[in-house]
T-cell receptor, first 111, second 112 residues
Framework: SQQGEEDPQALSIQEGENATMNCSYKTSINNLQWYRQNSGRGLVHLILIRSNEREKHSGRLRVTLDTSKKSSSLLITASRAADTASYFCATENTNAGKSTFGDGTTLTVKP | KAGVTQTPRYLIKTRGQQVTLSCSPISGHRSVSWYQQTPGQGLQFLFEYFSETQRNKGNFPGRFSGRQFSNSRSEMNVSTLELGDSALYLC???????????FGEGSWLTVV
């Protein structure tokens, strides 16, 4: 089974609204990374947050990490139609340094 | 700095054939990983190479293999192709453990 699991599987919102996606994982991690994927394309890196960090910002993106709950959230504020994509979290395992991905959240932003 | 480059971008193969996909990592990156992505399955980890050595391996049959060359370029090979191998194969590179992973655009493989 995958290390990271995103929730919800699908999210549909109106332009201008905020979108929140969650990621849960099972084992100890070095870091957690969030990615965006447009249909049929490669993954684009958004943010890396290390296990000793609690929150990071990048433009309209805000990522939080709660290692006690083994969970992370990605918040996209003031969403745009161009934010329509699938979003994945990837966790790097402390044991082997291997990164595993969840199944992603499909975000649809309606204009 | 050039990104991760994968070739070919699209290919069609027949069941039973074999295929080789190529990946050039970002300059200076010694770690290359491969993932398989099928609709509704997310990204499945295939393997990771670091300095020509396989460091991690996913849960795929032996038909899937890979290698890394001294210049960090990597290839993956799938032998005796099956219809279920149709997928987007993604290559990613990073400088090392703990660093950001960068992806290529992927190779779309269709097995008919």
């Amino acid at each position: 089974s995958q290390q990271g699991e995103e929730d919800p599987q699908a999210l549909s919102i109106q332009e201008g609204e905020n979108a929140t996606m969650n990621c849960s994982y099972k084992t100890s991690i070095n870091n957690l990374q969030w990615y965006r994927q447009n249909s049929g394309r490669g993954l684009v890196h958004l943010i890396l947050i290390r296990s000793n960090e609690r929150e990071k910002h990048s433009g309209r993106l805000r990522v939080t990490l709660d290692t006690s709950k083994k969970s992370s959230s990605l918040l996209i504020t003031a969403s745009r139609a161009a934010d329509t994509a699938s979003y994945f979290c990837a966790t790097e395992n402390t044991n082997a340094g291997k990164s595993t991905f969840g199944d992603g959240t499909t975000l649809t932003v309606k204009p | 700095k050039a990104g991760v480059t994968q070739t070919p971008r699209y290919l069609i193969k027949t069941r039973g054939q074999q295929v080789t996909l190529s990946c050039s990592p970002i300059s200076g990156h010694r770690s290359v990983s491969w993932y398989q992505q099928t609709p509704g399955q997310g990204l499945q980890f295939l393997f990771e190479y670091f300095s020509e050595t396989q460091r991690n391996k996913g849960n795929f049959p032996g038909r899937f293999s890979g290698r890394q060359f001294s210049n960090s370029r990597s290839e993956m090979n799938v032998s005796t192709l099956e219809l279920g191998d149709s997928a987007l194969y993604l290559c990613a590179s990073r400088a090392g453990t703990g660093n950001t992973i960068y992806f290529g655009e992927g190779s779309w493989l269709t097995v008919v």
